[in-house]
């Protein structure tokens, strides 16, 4: 849907501002400047304050949003929150107390992300992100694999089983391979494993870090395996841990997300500009943060993926779109890079490589610059369009588009399919009524 013309023209109002240009090379220059490290991987309640209470606490992807104004499919994953947690032993009590004990954060208030329902507990695994160029630290859930996953609202017992292991097993076996990997990024004697070199090289080889991560996985299951092994632990466990990355496909998107929120949280202490600092979905409303407007949400009724589904589904059976991993298409990859990934774009239904030019392309009409960290082969090794600029998104009606698992609206069925699906207008027009406002441009 395009903005009313009014919008339209106070975006190009805005436009005359040179001190708006200024801050947003700013945003844009310390975005990519980041240099996100993994550095471990622990128990939430030990990384995040705001879980390391007696408080039945559950953290969730997108903007703010009550339990009744949830999807089935997201209210599905915190049952198994609480089902794992040990906080009710069914899922009618679960559902009660989740109604009635459970505090919901969104990931993006705490530091952290997670993919589609985002669903974080105490007692989950989670992956900690230190950017070293200005100390501030990330976190994300780890990748379930496919199949039933609480992410997708699955939480029957194969789903909680493979918590507990992730937990107990593949949690714990990559902290000791990290801890190997060098001495001290985060404080603790721990250097980790640097992201940036890992997502550049994986966009050469036909990844866009949000729907395909088949190279940027199999470089990090390659990376950890000889570490797994000094590590001393069982041959058994080193075997089991390292089957499991090898066959996660998008294992490294959890990872990648955290990347692309470390890098994006210190843009917004510039405080100023009109670049967008995060998007992210929760089933009902699509958020966005911007520069110049510090940590206020701006939201719109989400929409709802389309592209292609599994043998059985179809589009009726879609769920609202849902998730943080937008953070990728903030960063300016996943859809925004589509070109990088030629061969996914069939898979999303989204045609084939004139397609993910041109989308790419479009992408770029709506950014304020590229990044030089992240070029792209099959662009003419431009980097990837990074800085989304809520004036040019009112300007031209072009919303960032957004690569992205579907997921089945029914709670423990999962994935069906997968596709792409805009940003919804609402959110940059009203971001844009309340920047003009802080620039002492009149809208009425």
């Known amino acids: 849907m395009n903005p009313p013309e009014q919008l339209t023209d106070i975006s190009r109002t805005i436009d005359d501002f040179d001190s708006i240009t200024d801050a947003n090379k700013a945003v844009v220059d310390v975005m990519t400047a980041g240099q996100p490290v993994l550095v471990d991987v622990a128990q939430a309640h030990t990384l995040v304050p ?3 209470t007696d408080e039945k606490v559950l953290l969730h992807a997108g903007p703010p949003i009550d339990v009744e104004q949830m999807p089935e499919t997201i209210q599905g ?15 009618e009590t679960a559902r009660r107390v989740l109604a009635e004990q459970v505090r919901l954060i969104p990931c993006h208030d705490v530091g952290a992300v997670g993919p589609m329902g985002g669903i974080t507990s105490a007692h989950m695994a989670l992956m900690k992100v230190v950017n070293t160029t200005y100390g501030n630290v990330s976190y994300s859930t780890l990748n379930e694999g496919i199949g039933k996953v609480l992410r997708f609202g699955g939480y029957d ?4 089983e493979r918590l507990a292991w992730m937990r107990d097993v593949l949690g714990p076996a990559l902290s000791r391979a990290l801890a190997l990997a060098g001495s001290g990024s985060d404080g603790s004697g721990r250097a980790g494993y640097p992201l940036t070199p890992v997502m550049a090289r994986a966009l050469t080889m036909g990844d866009e870090m949000h729907q395909r991560n088949i190279a940027a996985s199999a470089l990090f299951a390659r990376d950890m395996a000889p570490l797994l092994v000094r590590t001393g632990l069982p041959a058994a466990t080193v075997a089991e841990v390292s089957d499991f990355l090898a066959r996660t496909d998008q294992f490294f998107l959890n990872v990648a997300m955290a990347a692309a929120k470390a890098c994006a949280d210190p843009a ?7 670049v967008v600092t995060a998007m992210c979905r929760n089933g009902h409303e699509f958020g966005i943060r911007v520069s110049g407007l510090g940590d206020r949400w701006f939201t719109a009724p989400v929409n709802t993926p389309s592209g292609l ?7 009726s059976q879609a769920a609202p779109d849902m998730g943080d991993s937008a953070i990728m298409e903030t960063f300016g990859l996943g859809g925004m890079s589509i070109v990088a990934a030629p061969g996914v774009t069939p898979f999303l239904g989204a045609g084939g490589f004139a397609e993910a030019l041109a989308t790419t392309e479009e992408m770029a009409e709506v950014v304020t610059a590229h990044n030089p960290n992240m070029p792209i082969p099959t662009w003419n090794f431009q980097g990837a369009p990074t800085g989304i600029d809520i004036r040019l998104v009112v300007q031209t009606g072009i919303t960032p588009i957004i690569n992205s698992g579907i997921a089945s609206k029914h709670p423990g069925v999962g994935q069906i399919g997968a596709g792409t699906v805009r940003a919804p207008m609402g959110c940059f027009t009203s971001a844009l009524e309340a920047l003009a406002e802080v620039y002492g ?3 009425s």
């Open 50 to 52: 705001e879980l390391a």
């Open 157 to 160: 017992a194969e789903v909680i």
């Open 309 to 315: 589904f599994f043998t059985g589904y179809d589009q």
């Open 268 to 274: 917004r202490q510039v405080r100023a500009g009109s």
């Open 77 to 91: 994953a915190c049952i198994g929150a609480v089902l794992f947690e040990g906080w009710a032993d069914d899922e």
């Open 441 to 443: 441009v009149d809208v």
